[in-house]
């Protein structure tokens, strides 16, 4: 039995209302629009991932506004999708809504039953084998999509595998880890010997080494993927800045020594 946790909402009323106008507005919009009408679950599908995308982008900028915006146009997406299910006969808005609620609730036994979790670790845990066992997965990594990029299906294989129990103990051990796999990545692909490398093997190497630095990251709170977008973002604004500053000098980049354009982007770092 859930039980009611939160204080009254004075706006819930207000927030409702504003749903049932998307609503509304989604009826109209397909029923009416020339676009709209033609739209289809596959043709929505690569629209979806770019708002999805362009909402991580305003998350790292800590643009309010922006993430305001971006939640709207993929509500906007969720709603679309529960229309076309509902032409089509398979789900409707309140199926969706209401499967995820139930959901929530069989995963949270520690709200709402009679389980105790002390920590966010056992709360992840019991979400990972509760899960398992709906999905019916003979595999705890059955539930990875495979269409993941990369560096973020590490990092859902390694939280899964956590849930399972299949972990490190410790961040020094992980630590120890990452270090064997840089010496192997080493041997492979040494930097003084000039000699072909084989390069299937440097590449596997490389993998493993990415793969336990991911494992890494986990053990001290760290999201990869974040980390490293940050970072490109760092190096896209340093990178403007050499070429907008050398252009004011009446310089060319590919004429420019890199001795040149490091003084540019020494100043970019200071910025």
């Known amino acids: 039995m859930s039980r009611n946790l939160t204080q009254p909402d004075p706006k819930r009323a207000m ?15 397909r ?18 991932i770019e708002e999805t995308y362009e909402l991580g982008d305003a998350i790292l900028e800590n643009d309010m506004e922006e993430v ?9 997406h969720m709603v679309f999708y529960a229309r076309i299910g509902s032409e089509k006969g398979a ?17 949270h036994p520690h709200i709402y039953g009679d389980v105790k979790a002390e920590d966010e670790n056992v709360v992840k845990e019991n979400w990972e084998k509760i ?53 192997e990545f080493k041997e492979e692909f040494n930097i003084e010997d000039e000699s072909r490398i084989d390069r299937e093997k440097a590449q596997n190497e490389f993998g493993d080494l990415l793969f336990s630095l991911i494992n890494y990251s986990r053990f001290i709170d760290i999201n990869p993927e974040e980390a490293l977008e940050r970072t490109n973002k760092k190096f896209i604004k340093r990178f403007n800045y050499l070429e907008s500053e050398s252009k004011k000098d009446g310089k060319t980049l590919s004429e420019m020594s890199l001795d040149e354009m490091d003084e540019y982007w020494d100043k970019a770092k200071s910025l």
């Open 68 to 76: 305001k915006k971006e939640l709207g146009d993929l509500m906007l």
């Open 15 to 29: 927030k409702l209302n504003a749903f049932d106008r998307l609503l509304t507005i989604m009826d109209e919009l």
């Open 31 to 48: 029923e009416n629009c020339p676009w709209d009408k033609k739209q289809t679950m596959e043709s929505l599908r690569h629209l979806t």
């Open 131 to 183: 899960k398992l066992k709906e999905k019916g997965n003979k595999s705890v990594l059955g539930g990875v999509p495979g269409s993941l990029p990369a560096m973020v299906k590490a990092m859902r294989i390694q939280e899964k595998a956590r849930g399972a129990g299949f972990d490190w103990e410790k961040k020094e051990q992980v630590w120890e880890k990452v270090e064997e796999e840089m010496n």
């Open 91 to 107: 789900f409707d808005v309140s199926d969706v809504l209401t499967e995820v609620c139930e959901k929530l609730i069989r995963r």
